[in-house]
């Protein structure tokens, strides 16, 4: 498995922008799926962004589509998601995940390496 640590999140006024970081300890970093997911009070986890760690391919969700970017520096072991155009529904807990499977796109139950979240909390 893969260790992961988030960082950057906080509290911004709705409009403004936000740059989470992902960084990745352990095995097999370079063979892996890293995505950005949420979740908010009282509902379910959804994803948000993906990228493959070999060959980028990023991949994002309608919610966040034209707002975010999701990017990686190698040397560093790091993703980024930059989130630009907050809106209130942005709120939650965001989690970045690890799997081996290419395919996995945001399917939640395929990742199998998890960090602790960090809020972003998005005022109007």
């Known amino acids: 498995q893969v260790q992961l640590v988030e960082s950057g999140g906080g509290s911004v006024q709705a409009g403004g922008s936000l740059k989470l970081s992902c960084t990745a300890s352990?095995?097999?970093?370079?063979?892996?799926?890293i995505s950005w997911f949420r979740q908010a009070p009282g509902k379910e986890r959804e994803g948000v962004a993906s990228i493959l760690i070999t060959f980028d391919h990023p991949y994002y969700a309608d919610a966040v589509k034209g707002r975010s970017t999701i990017s990686q520096v190698k040397d560093k072991n790091t993703v980024y998601l930059q989130m630009n155009s907050l809106k209130p529904e942005d709120t939650a807990m965001y989690y970045c995940?690890?799997?081996?499977?290419?395919?996995?796109?945001?399917?939640?139950?395929?990742?199998?390496?998890w960090g602790q979240g960090t809020q972003v909390t998005v005022s109007s």
């Open positions: 352990g095995n097999s970093y370079g063979n892996r799926r």
């Open positions: 995940a690890a799997t081996t499977r290419a395919n996995a796109r945001l399917s939640l139950e395929k990742y199998d390496s």
